[in-house]
């Protein structure tokens, strides 16, 4: 039972390449998110999926674009990648009721 | 507008020095609130969830205590591993599904 896992752990992009973090969990979650980390910003949702075929803008989805293919899988795009991009990204996973959520190990980009 | 506060933002303990961090909120339609701890580089980790005025919850040296307005996380007797960043987080439902407010975070350090 691994949780929530990411991949990759790092990446290095330049301005304008495209990429996919990818999310999966085993926990048999209705709900995941995914999220931006920032010095002194906290935890900003990009995009969150409900459940499976359904997806939502969060705070801050400007530059992204999610797919949830399937229960276990969550997919964040960035099509054309900026430096104000760069940031930790987390993914989660909770219940439909009153579950907690739980979050993979993040994601490391830089956009240069 | 829905608003997560942490305070203080940092905070310096020696070792078995008690001390409270605070949350406070103006979330509509609260579900729950949620106590996560952070280490550098790895993902938050579930601590706590409250649901309603008056709960309190234990583990170890922590204790989650909520009110309408606010919660704290008292850390009686804190030693060296303690140190973290400690994140408080607001589930609210929406018509689109849940929704998760983050506050910035304490960050706590323990002297030995």
């Known amino acids: 039972n691994a949780g929530v896992t990411q991949t990759p752990k790092f990446q290095v992009l330049k301005t304008g390449q495209s990429m996919t973090l990818q999310c999966a969990q085993d926990m048999n979650h209705n709900s995941m998110y995914w999220y931006r980390q920032d010095p002194g910003m906290g935890l900003r949702l990009i995009y969150y999926s409900a459940s499976e075929g359904t997806t939502d803008k969060g705070e801050v989805p400007n530059g992204y674009n999610v797919s949830r293919l399937n229960k276990r899988e969550f997919s964040l795009r960035l099509e054309s990648a900026a430096p104000s991009q760069t940031s930790v990204y987390f993914c989660?996973?909770?219940?439909?009721?009153?579950?907690?959520?739980?979050f993979g190990p993040g994601t490391r980009l830089l956009v240069l | 507008e829905d608003q997560v506060t942490q305070s203080p933002e940092a905070l310096r303990l020696q070792e078995g020095e008690s001390s409270s961090l605070n949350c406070s909120y103006t979330?509509?339609?609260?579900?729950?609130l949620f106590w996560y701890r952070q280490d550098p580089g790895k993902g938050p980790e579930f601590l706590f969830t409250l649901y309603s005025a008056g709960e309190e919850k234990e583990k170890e040296r922590l204790k989650a205590t909520l009110t309408k307005k606010e919660s704290f996380l008292h850390i009686t007797a804190p030693k060296p591993e303690d140190s973290a960043t400690y994140l408080c987080?607001?589930?609210?439902?929406?018509?689109?599904?849940?929704?998760?407010?983050f506050g910035t975070g304490t960050s706590l350090t323990v002297i030995p």
């Open positions: 987080a607001v589930q609210a439902w929406r018509n689109t599904g849940n929704q998760f407010y």
């Open positions: 979330v509509s339609g609260l579900r729950g």
């Open positions: 989660s996973g909770a219940g439909s009721g009153w579950e907690t959520q739980y």
